[in-house]
């Protein structure tokens, strides 16, 4: 019988077949540090979806935002949010938002330190805009050797000016290795063979896929938004879905176990 994992207790959990989800937690823990390696989406998946009820801004919404963005710029900006996230991001936002700041979301210094102390490879795989959830992670000091990013990074003109993306844009439907085989990140890998993969959307469930020699994924999906209308969908398709946890406390606890650290619930102290 497989060892029961606290974390999984939670009221925020919800799994399709948790005997099968014991099982890859089982499997991952045997392979332990040398054999793990984390791939996640950044936006509402490492940073909060809400706080105190109200919307946080994505690295897009920062961006559009901007007082320093010209409004052609930002008109070819919202053209590219409302093709790319007619799910993820409501067009008609309210227009008096106060010039978004980053909410520490729970948990995030033991993720990035646990992944960091272990060894464990982080590719953050986002579609949004990489110079600025990089500069929120920097500013948060979790910025450590053994994570690397893809995402859509800005391109400047002489002057200064925002012109465009470079290389191919990163978008919801084709976050796969097929955009980054070719980065020396991937050298890292050799051995991960053991993936744990976080998201917030359906399309975030590829960005494994053609990753060479995978034998366990255990997939986590944070439902944030549309809960009665996405419930199933994400529980047919995620291993673990976290309804409305505004949290990293499970994910932080897969860890420990995984890693067969100090106990989860000693964790969750101040």
């Known amino acids: 019988m497989e060892e029961e994992v606290s ?72 053209a590219l949010l409302h093709h790319y996230y007619p799910i993820e991001i409501d067009p008609d936002r309210t227009i008096k938002e106060k010039l978004p700041h980053m909410v520490e979301w729970d948990g995030y210094k033991t993720f990035f330190h646990t992944l960091s102390q272990n060894h464990v490879p982080l590719l953050i795989f986002s579609a949004g805009i990489g110079d600025v959830l990089e500069e929120i992670i920097r500013q948060r000091r979790v910025f450590h050797p053994n994570i690397h990013v ?39 890998l050799q051995g991960k063979t053991n993936i744990l993969l976080l998201g917030d959307s359906l399309g975030d469930l590829t960005m494994a896929d053609g990753v060479p020699g995978v034998e366990n994924i255990l997939k986590i999906g944070f439902l944030n938004d549309k809960v009665e209308e996405w419930r199933e969908r994400y529980m047919d398709s995620y291993d673990i879905v976290l309804e409305k946890d505004e949290t990293l406390d499970v994910v932080n606890g897969l860890l420990q176990h995984i890693l067969q650290q100090e106990d989860w619930t ?4 101040p």
């Open 150 to 188: 893809v995402s859509n990074y800005m391109e400047f003109d002489e002057e200064g000016f925002l012109k465009g993306f470079k290389g191919q844009l990163i978008h919801t439907y084709n976050k796969n290795s097929s955009v980054c085989e070719n980065s020396s990140f991937f050298q890292q």
């Open 7 to 78: 974390p999984l207790m939670k009221a925020t959990v919800l799994m399709r077949q948790p005997g099968r989800v014991q099982e890859i937690v089982g499997a991952l823990r045997k392979g332990g540090g040398d054999r793990l390696q984390v791939i996640s989406d950044f936006d509402m998946t490492l940073s909060r979806f809400t706080y105190n009820g109200k919307r946080c801004p994505s690295s897009y919404n920062i961006l559009d935002n901007s007082k320093i963005i010209s409004e052609e710029c930002r008109k070819e900006l919202k």
């Open 266 to 269: 000693e964790m969750q102290g």
